[in-house]
């Protein structure tokens, strides 16, 4: 796997896309009120120590480029070997690493640090619909 062949037009599409998403996600209408209170803040407001947009935006921002980025390895390098390798397979590689590995790899440690099925669905079904949209969107730039 390397970065020759990779589309970094698709992968910085791909990266706006799930950033815009976990905005929405995330939105005061959506699942913040409910992922708040599942974490046991009912106020749904944070502390002073715990709101630093530089810190949260920051870490957000090269978190989802580096999911992106190896979304984007991994659909290269497969697309190399298969020429009939399509938009559908780019989002099954997508869900696949979204589920099998982002999901499943947190499950227990969530559980174990105290959070609960809730809280993990949420924040996890988040990253595994993000990564299955921006397999598909790398596969079709390629």
């Given at each position: 796997?390397?970065?020759?062949?990779?589309?970094?037009?698709?992968?910085l599409?791909?990266?706006?896309v799930?950033?815009a998403s976990?905005?929405?996600?995330?939105?005061?209408k959506?699942?913040y009120p409910?992922?708040?209170?599942a974490k046991?803040?009912?106020?749904?407001?944070?502390?002073?120590?715990q709101n630093?947009?530089?810190?949260?935006?920051?870490?957000?921002?090269?978190?989802?480029?580096?999911?992106?980025?190896?979304v984007?390895?991994?659909v290269?390098?497969?697309?190399?070997?298969?020429?009939?390798?399509?938009?559908i397979?780019?989002?099954g590689?997508?869900?696949?690493?979204?589920v099998?590995?982002g999901?499943?790899a947190s499950?227990s440690?969530r559980?174990?640090?105290?959070?609960?099925?809730?809280?993990w669905l949420?924040?996890?079904s988040?990253?595994a619909?993000?990564?299955?949209?921006a397999?598909?969107?790398?596969?079709y730039f390629?």
């Amino acid at each position: 796997m390397t970065f020759h062949g990779l589309n970094f037009v698709g992968i910085l599409i791909a990266f706006f896309v799930s950033f815009a998403s976990g905005g929405l996600w995330f939105g005061p209408k959506t699942f913040y009120p409910v992922w708040m209170r599942a974490k046991g803040n009912s106020s749904g407001e944070l502390t002073a120590s715990q709101n630093k947009p530089a810190k949260l935006f920051g870490g957000t921002i090269v978190g989802v480029l580096i999911q992106t980025l190896t979304v984007g390895l991994i659909v290269t390098s497969l697309q190399s070997g298969h020429s009939n390798f399509g938009i559908i397979d780019g989002a099954g590689v997508g869900f696949a690493l979204g589920v099998g590995i982002g999901m499943c790899a947190s499950l227990s440690h969530r559980l174990f640090s105290g959070e609960s099925f809730k809280v993990w669905l949420i924040e996890t079904s988040n990253d595994a619909i993000n990564l299955t949209i921006a397999g598909a969107i790398i596969a079709y730039f390629n």
